[in-house]
């Protein structure tokens, strides 16, 4: 039988670990989408200029790599999407 997300949540037992399957598995799509597709380009963009005052928020984009780092995932993994389905469900 197929696992469903509703299982991959019950196996992790929290709402952060519901949240870092979520955030992987778009992060996923993104990387595999082609080279010129807007959603893969706005991910990439880089604004220039400089920052505001204060702490700067973290971007989508920081936490998405902070956690493949923490589950010591990289870009090519997610260009075999079900390598990395394996992976991401995965603790």
């Known amino acids: 039988m197929c696992q469903t997300n509703a299982d991959v949540y019950i196996d992790n037992n929290t709402y952060q670990g519901y949240m870092l399957f979520l955030r992987l598995q778009r992060y996923g799509h993104v ?11 706005c991910m990439e963009y880089e604004v220039e ?10 971007t989508w984009r920081e936490i998405v790599e902070k956690d493949c780092q923490a589950r010591k995932l990289n870009r090519e993994d997610a260009m ?12």
């Open 80 to 91: 075999d999407c079900n390598r990395w389905r394996k992976q991401i469900r995965n603790d």
């Open 31 to 41: 990387l595999q989408k082609e080279g010129n597709d807007w959603v893969k380009n």
């Open 49 to 58: 200029g400089a920052r505001p005052r204060g702490r700067p928020q973290k």
